[in-house]
């Protein structure tokens, strides 16, 4: 595969990563604002089917598509830059992996909420801050991880 095609898969997978991330935040932020058990329940159990459909793949896309674009770039993982984005991803994925747990627990809580026609359970709104705070974490790494990439500082 040439270098072009390559960085045009980056860029794409980059863009549906950060996108759908971006916009299951905002879904799910604004369902669980609102506090209503129906809007709830449909907001988490898209968002964890988000994850699935676009965001576990483009995770796995810009780990490949990356370290292939370096190779085909004759650079390594020396490189100053790399070797930072690199760690930066690791950290996010760090902040997402329990994201995606918190999500299918969440996505349970508020089914279950939704079956008995009753309030969500405390439990439901520490997952959340937890979601809140990881995320509040990763989004920011995310955009120091665009800038790595885009100006590649040496």
């Known amino acids: 595969m040439d270098y072009l095609t390559l960085k045009t898969i980056h860029i794409i997978s980059s863009t549906v990563l950060f996108g759908t991330g971006m916009g299951s935040a905002f879904f799910l932020f604004m369902a669980n604002r609102r506090k209503e058990v129906a809007g709830i329940a449909f907001a988490t159990r898209h968002v964890v089917i988000a994850d699935w459909l676009f965001t576990t793949p483009s995770v796995v896309i810009q780990l490949v598509t990356g370290l292939a674009l370096m190779q085909a770039g004759g650079m390594d993982l020396t490189t100053y830059w790399i070797k930072l984005v690199l760690i930066l991803y690791f950290v996010v994925g760090v902040c997402w992996l329990p994201v995606v747990s918190i999500q299918i627990k969440m996505r349970n809580l508020a089914k279950q909420a939704m079956d008995k026609n009753s309030e969500l359970p405390t ?12 995320g509040s974490v990763a989004f920011p790494i995310v955009l120091v991880i665009f800038y790595l990439m885009v100006f590649k500082p040496q």
Do not use: S
Not at 123 to 134: G, R, S, T
């Open 123 to 134: 439990q439901y709104w520490q997952y959340d801050k937890w979601w809140i705070l990881l």
